[in-house]
């Protein structure tokens, strides 16, 4: 994990702000871009989101079975794509 310096305090929301500079390196630089939010220990982790198959982690091809997303491959193995 890289260090970056920057310390941001709540508002009386519990709110903050993630700094322009860490948004354009990350490419969130719309509205419709989203993060992911993970907990390990101590740590709230926030990674840029990325849709992906939720069986193989794909970012290619997919399509929303049931509001899940699967990739065309994952579909064709579990027999998806006869159902659409």
Same mark, same amino acid.
């Given at each position: 994990?890289?260090?970056?310096?920057?310390?941001?305090?709540?508002?009386?929301?519990?709110?903050?702000?993630?700094?322009?500079?860490?948004?354009?390196?990350?490419?969130?630089?719309?509205?419709?871009?989203?993060?992911?939010?993970?907990?390990?220990? +101590?740590?709230? @982790? #926030?990674? *840029?989101?990325?849709?992906? =198959?939720?069986? &193989?982690?794909?970012? +290619?091809?997919? @399509? #929303?079975? *049931?509001?899940?997303?699967? =990739?065309?491959? &994952?579909?064709?193995?579990?027999?998806?794509?006869?159902?659409?």
């Amino acid at each position: 994990m890289k260090a970056t310096g920057i310390v941001r305090k709540f508002d009386e929301n519990g709110r903050f702000v993630i700094p322009m500079e860490l948004r354009k390196q990350l490419g969130l630089e719309t509205r419709d871009d989203a993060l992911e939010v993970f907990v390990e220990e +101590d740590r709230i @982790i #926030l990674k *840029k989101y990325a849709p992906s =198959c939720i069986f &193989c982690d794909s970012m +290619d091809d997919l @399509i #929303l079975y *049931k509001d899940k997303r699967v =990739c065309g491959n &994952c579909a064709k193995k579990l027999g998806l794509l006869a159902d659409m």
